[in-house]
């Protein structure tokens, strides 16, 4: 298996360890964005091409990964990727096989929680692993966390027909962990221990939430799918086909961008490449992101 990007973070006494799954030219702008024209990407490309964009096969870079949070006493696993096993509608997440649990850097019954950011198919497939024909979850003792917003959507009937786009990951990924009575449903925003908290960002999905870690004065704030690629920041405007809310989903992303501008935080949007962390800077009307050390980063 070939070597995958891996960093980790100290904040505080907490540290955060990126689990890249995959990373790849994987989606095209224009699928995911029904307001990008041919003008704004070319006006971009000086900086957007080839970290953030391949122009060989014109798709956005887009890392699939969770993370490992730990906190004194406690491991939390925040999203967990696609999974291993699974049957879905996109040719690049079906019947996959890339071992992701395996990086985690931690045995899954030692993980106390685990918090799902939203109910996508690239953030809860490893909730569940494949055994003796059967959806079990894979991390035993852990509660799993899931918005109550989140829950109640994607149990409706229009959160069942959404699923036709992907694929029915709520069933194989989310429903065996209810079954077993390992889930706790929670407001946006709840604490899930202390320095670990959910930030509400309804929109790109009823109950999607950002997790900020914090430690004393030092703050890295786990942004999910708030924001896609950096041309995001560029055109904080732009929401995916992807999001239930496209107006919630763009003024969560506008209100929380402005707000990490202005007081320096340091952020991780799950899809960004390697490292994904950076800060958010006030530019001509919108935002420039920028990749930083301010939270110390080393290998793993």
Sequence with gaps: MSPLPQTRFQVGAAIVDRVVESETPLLDPFEIFPDATPEALASQMSWLAPRFYDPQVKKLVVPI???????????????????DCKNRNRPQFHQQRLGWIERLGVRPEDVDYVVCTHFHADHVGWNTRLADGRWVPTFPR???????????Y?????????????????SDSVAPIVDAGLADFVAMDHEVVPGVRLIPAAGHTPGFVCVDVHSGAERLVLAGDLLHTPLQCVFPRWSTRFCTDPDASRAARIRLLSEWADDGTVIMPTHFPSPSAG???????????????????RSR
């Design 65 to 83: 990964q969770g993370f490992v949070v730990r906190v004194p006493g406690k491991v939390i696993v925040i999203d967990t990727c696609v999974g």
């Design 142 to 152: 852990a509660r799993y966390v899931f918005t109550n917003p989140e829950w109640e």
């Design 279 to 297: 800060i958010v800077e006030h530019r001509q009307g919108a935002f420039f992101f920028h990749y930083t050390d301010v939270a110390p980063a």
């Design 154 to 170: 994607w149990s409706s009937a229009a959160g069942r027909r959404a699923l036709e786009r992907a694929g029915d990951y709520v």
